[in-house]
């Protein structure tokens, strides 16, 4: 049994020095706590918290310039951190940081802090917490309580290669600029004001791919200005818009925008014969038509309409209403956007009429989180055609049965030297 008894340091207006030592807070797996009135903790040397050992700090903290911390265990931070010196930890352990004060907390410092598992859960305000350096997850960000003020010129919350989160809500999310490196689907837990916004963004290819991404609620007119934009689109959102840069990488996302009834307006959830909802993106001097497909309402899932497109570029994001176009109609080439495959001969395959003439072609099919569900080059109506299954060459398994609901589909063809793309929604019934 492991021995859970409370070391504590009681102290007032103190400032506790290591220079150039080193704390290996592991002999025993028990609790240091350091619970001091108007202290600082200073390490210019080494701190490690070792496995299966717990430490409390109840007062400032800095780490120095030459200060080197360590988290293998399980620390509590209850007052204000500084990083000016290293923050790692062993990635082959498990080490949690826990940010759980009772009043507001700065998170700071010149140098970037790298923690496996943050835990962020402090209820003293609903802004409790500022951050106005660059920290780092390597494992998982736990958003349990309270806003992450990221609203600083150096202030971004960087989830690495293989790292995630979890609880992020109206009550817990990232108000500045949240990075993602890597290769992995991700939903971005942004927000501004009190309003968790994420945008999600598909599998690519390149591990070395690097997207920052920030979300503001307030509306993109002036400053991009919504005079200025393609003839197809009709009325630009003037309550929102999401800021995404490509920090590293060449590949064009798959990406998806949220719509809320609290922050979206209220004529963008409502479709006619006439126009449809679309991604537009400021290129600089006005504002394109990026296309999208949006989701079917589903019940119990928290976004239930979701607007999915590939994008040429990157930069300012919003949704807008745009011209309705007749996604079959691609003059000699006609898409049947319907699947049932229940082999009764009709509609048991994704048909597009006249692809044989351009066996130059590719066709991807994702559904409603941007994952790709299906990829084929030479498409044809024989015997290379989609037939509700996934080919499982991104997330889901090889073979199964894809759920009932909206996909989209990508169509790119060589027309007599000329790259023509199509993209649209696709149903598919698999009841």
Same mark, same amino acid.
């Given at each position: 049994?492991?021995?859970k008894?409370?070391y504590?340091? @009681?102290?007032?207006d103190?400032?506790?020095v290591? @220079? @150039?030592g ?24 080494e701190?490690?918290v070792? +496995?299966k050992?717990?430490?409390?700090? &109840?007062?400032?903290?800095? %780490?120095g310039?030459?200060? +080197?911390?360590?988290?293998? $265990? ?7 951190? %500084?990083n000016?010196g290293?923050? #790692? ?6 080490g949690?940081?826990?940010f759980?004060?009772?009043q507001q ?5 010149t ?5 496996q ?5 402090n209820v ?8 106005t350096?660059?920290i780092s997850? $390597?494992k998982?960000?736990?958003?349990k ?8 010129? %150096?202030?971004?919350?960087i989830?690495?290669?293989?790292a995630?989160?979890?609880?992020a809500?109206d ?8 990075e @993602? ?9 942004v $927000?501004n ?7 999600y963004?598909?599998?690519n290819?390149s ?7 920030q979300?503001f609620?307030?509306n993109s ?8 934009k393609d ?5 630009i959102n +003037?309550?929102? &818009?999401w800021?995404?840069?490509q920090d590293?990488?060449s590949?064009?996302?798959v990406?998806?925008?949220?719509l ?6 209220s ?5 006619n014969?006439?126009?449809e909802?679309?991604?537009?993106? /400021?290129?600089g001097t006005? /504002?394109v ?5 949006? #989701?079917?309402?589903i019940?119990?899932?928290a976004?239930?309409?979701l ?6 570029? &990157?930069g ?13 109609d ?5 898409v049947?956007n319907?699947?049932s495959?229940?082999?009764d001969?009709i %509609? ?6 006249g692809?044989?003439?351009y066996?130059?072609?590719?066709v ?11 990829d084929a080059v030479s ?5 290379n055609?989609?037939?509700?299954y996934?080919?499982g060459r991104?997330?889901v398994?090889?073979g199964?049965?894809l759920?009932t609901?909206? &996909? ?6 060589n027309?007599k030297?000329k ?8 149903y598919?019934?698999?009841?």
């Amino acid at each position: 049994m492991e021995n859970k008894d409370l070391y504590k340091v @009681k102290l007032s207006d103190f400032k506790m020095v290591n @220079k @150039k030592g080193s704390y290996a807070l592991g002999l025993f797996a028990g609790l240091f706590t350091c619970n001091m009135v108007h202290a600082q903790m200073v390490n210019n040397g080494e701190v490690k918290v070792a +496995d299966k050992t717990i430490m409390a700090v &109840y007062m400032d903290y800095s %780490n120095g310039t030459s200060g +080197d911390f360590i988290n293998d $265990g399980e620390t509590y931070i209850f007052q204000n951190w %500084n990083n000016d010196g290293k923050v #790692s930890y062993t990635p082959a352990l498990n080490g949690k940081t826990y940010f759980e004060g009772k009043q507001q907390q700065l998170i700071e410092g010149t140098k970037q802090a790298d923690f496996q598992n943050i835990i962020y859960d402090n209820v003293s305000a609903l802004v409790p917490f500022d951050l106005t350096t660059k920290i780092s997850v $390597g494992k998982n960000s736990d958003y349990k309580n309270g806003i992450i003020n990221a609203l600083y010129e %150096n202030g971004k919350m960087i989830f690495l290669e293989n790292a995630a989160h979890t609880s992020a809500g109206d009550q817990s999310f990232v108000d500045g600029k949240v990075e @993602k490196r890597g290769n992995a689907e991700f939903q971005f837990p942004v $927000g501004n004001e009190l309003f968790f916004r994420p945008s999600y963004h598909a599998a690519n290819s390149s591990l070395a791919n690097v997207y920052t991404t920030q979300y503001f609620y307030k509306n993109s007119h002036p400053q991009y200005s919504h005079n200025s934009k393609d003839e197809d689109i009709v009325t630009i959102n +003037d309550k929102e &818009y999401w800021v995404i840069t490509q920090d590293q990488g060449s590949e064009n996302i798959v990406l998806s925008l949220t719509l809320d009834h609290d922050t979206t307006p209220s004529g963008f959830f409502v479709q006619n014969d006439e126009t449809e909802l679309a991604i537009v993106r /400021w290129n600089g001097t006005k /504002w394109v038509n990026e296309h999208g497909i949006l #989701s079917e309402d589903i019940a119990g899932e928290a976004y239930s309409n979701l607007l999915t497109g590939t994008v040429s570029g &990157y930069g300012i994001f919003t949704m807008a209403l745009v011209k309705k176009t007749n996604d079959r109609d691609l003059g000699d080439v006609i898409v049947y956007n319907a699947v049932s495959p229940n082999d009764d001969g009709i %509609n048991d395959t994704f048909r597009i009429e006249g692809i044989d003439q351009y066996p130059d072609n590719t066709v991807e099919i994702y559904n409603r989180w941007g994952v790709k569900v299906f990829d084929a080059v030479s498409y044809n109506e024989s015997d290379n055609m989609f037939k509700g299954y996934s080919d499982g060459r991104v997330t889901v398994k090889r073979g199964d049965k894809l759920p009932t609901g909206t &996909y989209f589909y990508i169509l790119k063809y060589n027309k007599k030297g000329k790259g023509e793309q199509k993209a649209g929604y696709l149903y598919i019934n698999n009841q």
